[in-house]
């Protein structure tokens, strides 16, 4: 049994849910979302609930169908009702960002800028050093700040480049003098 995918989604009041076979479509105040539902999977709404089951409890592969698409339902509606948020942050001497329109301009140690275009569904904000990227939508949110990320990934001696807010990077010693005779 998949613990994840027995679990019942709560439906918020201010969300609307509609089903039509194996497409969910989630409309609520920041917004509408649709997901398709693997077709080893079967979706149905009980009152102001959404349950997922699967055809065949004893197949390994439909138990992770199940807890995944489970997931994915449930990050639709939060993601109508609340938004997601990540943050990025800049670090070292003369690294920095701007935001041109829809461009976001990184200045981080190339010779010449770096510009990444936000996709449409995501809403960016650059103040000071952190980078904030807001979306209804959690996979297009996290795949945009893993593309910014990877830019100009931190290092581990220094630990200059482009990090989530909340990561730690394990730092390196540097080079060791050595001392004594030989």
Not at 8 to 23: E, S, Y
Not at 35 to 47: F, G, L, R, S, T
Not at 100 to 106: A, I, R
Request: net charge positive.
């Amino acid at each position: 049994m998949s613990r994840i995918g027995k679990k019942p989604i709560i439906i918020p009041d201010n969300t609307t849910v509609k089903l039509d076979g194996q497409l969910v479509s989630v409309k609520g105040p920041k917004g509408e979302l649709q997901y398709n539902v693997h077709p080893h999977v079967k979706i149905e709404q009980q009152d102001k609930n959404i349950i997922l089951t699967i055809n065949n409890p004893d197949n390994k592969q439909d138990k992770a169908l199940w807890g995944t698409n489970r997931q994915m339902v449930a990050n639709l509606i939060t993601g109508v009702t609340e938004g997601y948020k990540k943050q990025l942050e800049i670090n070292g001497v003369g690294y920095k960002a701007e935001l041109k329109g829809e461009t976001l301009v990184l200045y981080v140690g190339y010779s010449n800028p770096v510009e990444y275009k936000i996709p449409q569904d995501v809403t960016a904000s650059v103040e000071k050093n952190i980078i904030t990227l807001e979306s209804i939508n959690k996979q297009l949110l996290g795949e945009t700040a893993a593309s910014i990320r990877k830019i100009r990934k931190p290092e581990p001696y220094k630990g200059k480049g482009i990090k989530y807010v909340d990561e730690i990077i394990l730092r390196k010693a540097g080079k060791q003098v050595k001392t004594g005779g030989d």
